[in-house]
């Protein structure tokens, strides 16, 4: 049995759907949750693209210290500039800006949210990306544009890693020490470390065993030929969807390894056109962020100036990125009516699986049976096509749990041995796990209060900033605040949070910004009380990223209502006296 109506559907193939979708996620479900996955180390993890330099250790003092180079570093560092701080000393484990646009350089990557609005502080450079959906390179290369536009790299440390920081109450100033040797003194440290930065791999018996040529896509060999060999890529997830075409095109034969299928939609991308570029006026780039941002998050528009698959599936994508909610009809309908278009979309998707690969034990395959947020969507015209090719096999690993092992000279999925010369591992990054989480980047408050200890029931932060016991300290990313596709629309609003927070100490002439212990408090009730609960709908979710390979947290951190009111909230906040209450001038 299989749904034939397209736009409605009865109660029996509801249920067919519902029980499809638990099938194929049981068929993927494995009981070590993330520990199926390992922290990639040793040489695979060695910067291809950039020779470290060798130098003295750093011993001074800066006005502000920026821990991360990707798009949150770089606008708290180009805000805190604009904010009148002329020490800023920028620290990255990568060897130049760039952050995950670094390190992903691998054939075809790209940004799947418009370029327009994705990248960011495009009108303060003078900048209009060349595509509308902006290959990785012209990503890079815009945040090395930033970098020198705001005289970043003045004081940058790169291969270097943050091993600890320490507040001193008597100078009030933190200490920071590095994976370099370097000890230096800052007032302010805004950590933006990432959590698409530490590559994983699988957890494969025999990995190491592999006697071939190996590389994640993170760390692209580029000096590796590819023509005349046998290639496996293991992984299709948004990374995969993207660098396998390529591959085909090169490899004398391609074996893609999958787990679970990707969303495939239409990417139909192009040139943005160089006379509608011409007439955009001052401000363009805001208007265009916060229409796409309020779209995004289920809220409403004139017009949706941005047009693309994202704004097309704004009602599905709260599920996982909340928003706004029409108050007029029941949770029960809402989830009635938001069911039945997320199956409309992946019949759709399933739909174009079938048109487009010719031979239909691989579209079956390809196809996914999940709910339409259960994975992150992917958009591509050149993956689906590239399994027409005679060249191209693709081994689907969902009754084995994955790959069973690895020898020196093949991949093993069940009985089955698939002899490559290469591998190339597309199994993206260890997700919300950043240093100050893991605890790879210890923090010390005041009085030595370790951050970890403060947090041990849980993250305790005003509006997910700044911490009680931990003056001028700023976090940046999706803790305790609100988040969105377009995560540099995030990080913006953010950084320029820190930056207001920043200048108004200066003006008053305040040691530390620091939260009270009854402000922090308050915070974490908000979250506490309006913190989606999307629990039963990530369990039934295919394993993935999102929730955490089938066992979801329990616990939501993030801002209910969305980012359109949270960044009114701040805003709000600053402006009615919010800042008051965290200056402290002694």
């Known amino acids: ?30 009981p070590e949750g993330n520990a199926q996955y390992q922290r990639a180390s040793g040489e695979i993890v060695t910067d291809p693209y950039t020779e470290r330099a060798e130098r003295a250790p ?54 799947d949210v418009e370029a327009t609005v994705y990248m960011p502080l495009l009108e303060e450079v003078g900048y209009v990306p060349k595509w509308r959906y902006a290959p990785g390179e012209e990503i890079r290369a815009h945040a090395v544009a930033i970098a020198k536009q705001f005289d970043l790299y003045a004081d940058a440390l790169f291969h270097t890693r943050v091993t600890e920081l320490r507040w001193d109450d008597e100078t009030a100033e933190w200490t920071a020490t590095t994976d370099r040797g370097d000890e230096f003194r800052t007032r302010y440290v805004v950590i933006s470390s990432g959590t698409l930065a530490q590559p994983k791999l699988p957890a494969v018996p025999g990995i190491d065993d592999f006697a071939g040529h190996t590389f994640h896509t993170s760390r692209w060999d580029a000096g590796y030929e590819l023509a ?18 390529h591959v085909a095109e090169q490899a004398q034969h391609l074996y893609v390894f999958q787990r679970t299928p990707s969303s495939v939609d239409v990417r139909d991308n192009r040139p943005i056109d160089p006379a509608w570029a011409a007439t955009l006026k001052p401000g363009w780039q805001r208007e265009r962020m916060e229409n796409f941002l309020t779209l995004v998050t289920g ?16 009602n599905l994508q709260r599920q996982i990125l909340t928003g706004t909610v029409d108050p007029t009809i029941s949770a029960e309908e809402r989830e009635y009516l938001d069911e039945r278009a997320d199956f ?40 689906l096509p590239t399994f027409n090719r005679p060249d191209v096999t693709l081994v689907d690993t969902a009754d084995t749990g994955g790959i069973t092992a690895m020898t020196s000279s093949s991949v093993v999925v069940g009985d089955q041995h698939y002899e490559v010369d290469c591998v190339i591992f597309a199994t993206g990054f260890e997700t919300g796990i950043s240093g100050v989480v893991s605890g790879t980047l210890p923090v ?7 951050l970890l200890g403060h947090w041990r029931n849980g993250p305790r932060t005003l509006h997910g900033f700044a911490s009680h016991g ?12 609100a988040a969105s596709v377009n995560f540099t629309h995030v990080l913006q609003e953010q950084a320029t949070h820190i930056a207001e927070l920043v200048a108004e100490a200066a003006r008053r002439g305040a040691h530390r910004i620091e939260p009270t212990a009854e402000a922090e408090e308050a915070w974490v009730a908000t979250i506490r009380e309006t913190a989606p609960d999307n629990y039963n709908f990530q369990a039934e979710c295919t394993p993935g990223y999102y929730n955490g390979e089938g066992r979801p947290r329990p616990v939501n951190n993030s801002f209910g209502p969305g980012p359109v009111v949270f960044h009114e909230l701040l805003r709000t906040w600053r402006a009615n006296g919010g800042m008051d209450d965290v200056m402290r001038t002694a």
Request: proline share 6%; glycine share 12%; charged share 25%.
């Open 58 to 111: 750093v011993h001074d003092r800066v006005e502000a210290l920026v821990i991360g180079g990707g798009f949150g570093g770089l606008l708290a560092g180009a805000r805190l500039r604009q904010a009148g701080v002329g020490d800023i000393r920028m620290v990255d484990e990568g060897g130049d800006f760039g952050g995950t646009w670094y390190w992903n350089r691998y054939p075809g990557v790209q940004c």
């Open 444 to 450: 010390h408050g005041r009085g030595g209060l370790p």
């Open 470 to 481: 931990f003056p001028n300290l700023f976090h940046l990313g999706s803790l305790q605040n």
């Open 344 to 383: 409309r979309k992946m019949d759709e998707i399933r739909a174009r699986v079938a048109a487009v690969v010719e031979d239909p034990a691989t579209a079956e395959k390809l196809k996914p049976w999940y709910r339409y947020m259960c994975k992150r969507p992917t958009f591509s015209d050149d993956y």
């Open 228 to 245: 005349g060999k046998r290639v496996a890529v293991v992984g299709t997830g948004a990374s995969g969807i993207q660098v396998i075409p």
């Open 299 to 314: 809220g409403h528009v004139p017009e949706d100036l941005i047009d693309d698959g994202w704004t097309a599936t704004a």
């Open 1 to 30: 049995m299989f749904p034939t109506t397209p736009h409605r559907y009865t109660p029996e193939e509801v249920e067919w759907l519902r029980s499809r979708y638990r099938q194929e996620r049981d068929r993927r479900i494995r």
